[in-house]
């Protein structure tokens, strides 16, 4: 059974470009959430979707923004960057909602200069 | 607010050296607690879940337990390979799918 595949599994941008950073989720899981990762804040959450649908938006600016794919596949992007959202981007898969078990894909390292 | 502290913040251990790693946490009604180890620039990866106080799950040189207040993860005759942070999590924390602690880093040395 495959898991959670992100890509890509690295990027450099430029201040002010813009992002998509893309999951696949584990095939029969319908939820998907976003994490960014940095050695200072830890792992915050971005975004979770269900069936195509946001449920929840974590405390992150209008610039960060998301959708998922009648596929369960979910994308995230990112416009106007700045130095500051170089991070790990992870995505997490989960077969209905986050009461169970979450599993994670290896990430997408950003980094912007 | 749901809150997990992770303690300590970094732990050396030598090989064979066993010790244990804390979580803390608050939570208004406890739905399950995730434990998770991340290498460095990797996902992480899931380990345990653990629903209730007195509840135990093992792996391989991996323990965890659960009380009303706190999770342990008790690591036996470590490796090198153990080395890793290790990550607590709660489910499900108002709008928030998953709270992270931020973790202990574990280095074993050989």
């Known amino acids: 059974k495959a898991g959670v595949t992100q890509t890509p599994r690295y990027l450099i941008k430029t201040r002010g470009q813009q992002v998509t950073l893309s999951c696949s989720p584990i095939?029969?899981?319908?939820?998907v959430s976003w994490y960014q990762q940095t050695p200072g804040q830890g792992l915050q959450f971005l975004f979770e979707?269900?069936?195509?649908?946001?449920?929840n938006k974590g405390n992150f600016p209008g610039r960060f923004s998301g959708r998922q794919f009648s596929n369960s596949r979910s994308e995230m992007n990112v416009s106007t960057l700045e130095l500051g959202d170089s991070a790990l981007y992870l995505c997490?898969?989960?077969?209905?909602?986050?009461?169970?078990?979450?599993?994670f894909g290896q990430g997408t390292r950003l980094t912007v200069v | 607010e749901d809150q997990v502290t992770q303690s300590p913040e970094a732990l050396r251990l030598q090989e064979g050296e066993s010790s244990s790693l804390n979580c803390s946490y608050t939570?208004?009604?406890?739905?399950?607690l995730f434990w998770y180890r991340q290498d460095p620039g990797k996902g992480p990866e899931f380990l345990f879940t653990?629903?209730?106080a007195g509840e135990e799950k093992e792996k391989e040189r991996l323990k965890a337990t659960l009380t009303k207040k706190e999770s342990f993860l008790h690591i036996t005759a470590p490796k090198p390979e153990d080395s890793a942070t290790y990550l607590c999590?709660?489910?499900?924390?108002?709008?928030?799918?998953?709270?992270f602690g931020k973790g202990t880093r574990l280095s074993v040395i050989a």
């Open positions: 095939s029969g899981h319908r939820s």
């Open positions: 939570v208004s009604g406890l739905r399950g």
């Open positions: 997490a898969s989960g077969q209905r909602d986050m009461n169970t078990e979450a599993f």
């Open positions: 653990l629903y209730s």
């Open positions: 999590a709660l489910p499900r924390s108002g709008n928030t799918p998953l709270v």
């Open positions: 979707y269900f069936s195509e649908t946001q449920r």
